[in-house]
């Protein structure tokens, strides 16, 4: 089992419509979880962490469930400009390394 | 101030031969790590970097090595490519915080 796992897409939304997404992690010891996102050809940046609470940045909301081992990825009122692949990262306890899945790719179409 | 530079930004390596890639952290940061990004994939763990010293390595053969010079920079090196090395390979740095900041990467094609 990979140990974070998405749905790749691509999903197509609509501009202005609410899309949402969810990537699992298998490692129950993983300590922090990070939405980073990745434009066609370029590298990683870093989204929003994720916080047990829940956490919102303007049109973007991050969910944890740790009992279920799952991140949630929401983005209202979607813009041509969030069309990208959004990538799920785990980090583990004592872990010197991002554990990424393999992303979901978003397209808003106009 | 200067982000995480990587060079060359693209390169292209018959099988067989070898390949040396090199990052330079922010200002300030200790830590190194590389990622390889094969297409439609998201980057995989290849080694990082802390104060020199080699802090983790992912799982990948012995072709690949890495380093790591007192002002903080790296090379990642690989040995007898094959044609699954073509990726886009990422250097990341990182302060005490654990914030990663990635470079744009070196996109290797392997022919």
């Known amino acids: 089992r990979k140990e974070v796992e998405q749905d790749p897409g691509p999903f197509n939304v609509p501009e202005g419509a609410t899309v949402a997404f969810n990537c699992t992690y298998s490692?129950?010891?993983?300590?922090?979880f990070f939405w980073y996102r990745q434009d066609c050809r370029k590298e990683p940046k870093l989204l929003m962490s994720v916080y047990s609470s829940g956490n919102e940045d303007g049109r973007f909301t991050a969910q944890l469930n740790r009992a279920s081992q799952y991140i949630s990825l929401l983005i209202r009122d979607s813009k041509l400009s969030d069309s990208a692949t959004y990538l799920c990262v785990v980090t583990s306890y004592g872990n010197n390394r991002l554990a990424f899945g393999k992303g979901n790719q978003v397209v808003v179409i106009p | 101030d200067a982000g995480v530079t990587q060079s060359p930004t693209h390169l292209i390596k018959t099988r067989g031969q070898h390949v040396t890639l090199r990052c330079s952290p922010i200002s300030g940061h200790k830590s190194v790590s590389w990622y390889q990004q094969v297409l439609g994939q998201g980057p995989q763990f290849i080694f990082q970097y802390y104060e020199k010293e080699e802090r983790g390595r992912g799982n990948f053969p012995d072709r690949f090595s890495a380093r790591q010079f007192p002002n903080y920079s790296s090379e990642l090196n690989v040995n007898a490519l094959l044609l699954g090395d073509s990726a886009l390979y990422l250097c990341a740095s990182s302060s005490i915080d654990r914030r990663y900041t990635f470079g744009s990467g070196t996109r290797l094609t392997v022919v």
């Open positions: 490692n129950s010891a993983s300590q922090s």
